[in-house]
């Protein structure tokens, strides 16, 4: 037995020394020191030595067993510092080697076109406010003049909830939300971009989606030479100190009256092209003086009070200001498009 232990001593330091990685040392071990292995075999068969033999054999095996373990440990820490250090060259960083370049985002086109409109009406001495996409019946309409059943509501087809309540078609439920809150003793001096859903088919000019900014100014002695002064400087601010004004009848249930306002062509400066369809004109937005059925259902007081309104798409702007012919370009994300507006 003596014998037979020391041959699986060389046998065993034998193989730990041409193990070439941690996998062959791990079964190594498990051969020779596991539970099923030589060593552990001849140990439960001491009993059949004499009781001189046992301490004997029994401290051989032990000392074979400690050896092949020091050696499997020591081969184990020698392997690893090897692929250590191969790990290190393989990952050493060349501090002098130039950084690589960070893509630098920017805001959408729609969000600098949006703070750009209300930078110019903050200047103007207007407040930004905002209110609930998801709207009721009562604000989203008939507060604005627009009673159930009344045709112009077919003019935006709306995604209703309920019987009551709707995704807001236009950003005006804010104004006569803004309104009811002053209690009709207050002048009001107010836009409201956000987003609007209405019922319709995505082409290249509508979206089921897209944003507004609508104003309101509501005194005592307001006129619509007010409101021609305010969209004058709109205009010429966004589009150029040498954009003309021109403003049209029109309808809208919660003006009275009612305009659409038009910009000279930039492209033909009015002489007339494509672009302005040799009108020499380019629609813009809508506006006029606010009904006075509104300002009554809001609690001012139509002897006392007048007011204008107006609302415009900042799609729309956008396409005509920097010649975008298609919207869905917008809400695409495509970063070929965003970038060309990145300001740095």
């Known amino acids: 037995m003596k014998e037979r232990l020391l041959e699986l001593k060389e046998e065993a330091l034998r193989k730990v020394e ?7 040392l791990q079964d190594i071990r498990v051969s020779y020191l596991g539970k099923k292995g030589p060593i552990t075999e ?12 046992r301490p004997v054999i029994g ?6 067993r400690e050896e092949i373990a020091n050696a499997l440990d020591a081969k184990m820490k020698k392997l690893e510092d090897i692929a250590l250090e191969r790990r290190m060259a393989e ?9 690589r370049p960070v893509e630098v985002g920017g805001p959408h086109l729609l969000t600098s076109i949006l703070e750009e409109i209300e930078d110019l009406f903050i200047g103007m001495g207007f407040e930004i406010k905002e209110g609930p996409e998801v709207e009721t019946d009562y604000y989203n309409f008939e507060a604005l003049n627009l009673p159930k059943g009344h045709p112009a509501r077919d003019m935006q087809d709306s995604f209703y909830i ?12 804010v104004q006569a939300r803004t309104m009811g809150a002053k209690d009709g003793s207050e002048p009001v001096k107010m836009i409201c971009p956000g987003k609007v859903y209405r019922r319709d088919t995505d082409d290249a000019t509508h979206s089921h989606q897209f944003t507004q900014v609508e104003g309101l100014l509501v005194d005592e002695n307001v006129r619509m030479s007010d409101l021609k002064g305010v969209l004058n400087k ?27 306002m038009d910009i000279s062509c930039k492209m033909c400066n009015g002489a007339g092209c494509s672009v302005c369809k040799g009108t020499g004109w380019i629609e813009i937005l809508g506006a006029g003086m606010v ?6 259902m809001a609690g001012y ?8 309104a107006f609302g415009m798409g900042p799609e729309r702007i956008a396409m005509l200001k920097y010649g975008i012919d298609d919207i869905r370009h917008f809400y695409t994300n495509d970063i070929r498009f965003l970038k060309q507006y990145h300001k740095v």
Do not use: C
């Open 291 to 296: 009904h006075p059925n509104v300002l009554r």
């Open 59 to 64: 401290q051989l095996a032990n000392d074979v």
């Open 301 to 308: 007081d139509p002897e006392t009070y007048s007011g204008f």
């Open 162 to 173: 309920t019987e009551e309540l709707l995704l807001r078609t236009h950003t005006s439920p």
């Open 18 to 24: 041409e193990a070439e990685d941690t996998k062959s």
């Open 42 to 53: 001849m140990l439960r068969g001491m009993g059949k030595l004499s009781a001189e033999e």
């Open 91 to 99: 990952e050493t960083i060349d501090v002098t080697l130039p950084g």
């Open 234 to 260: 709109f205009a010429k601010q966004m589009f150029g100190s040498d954009r003309e004004i021109r403003l049209r009848p029109s309808f809208f249930p919660f003006t009275e009256p009612s305009v659409e």
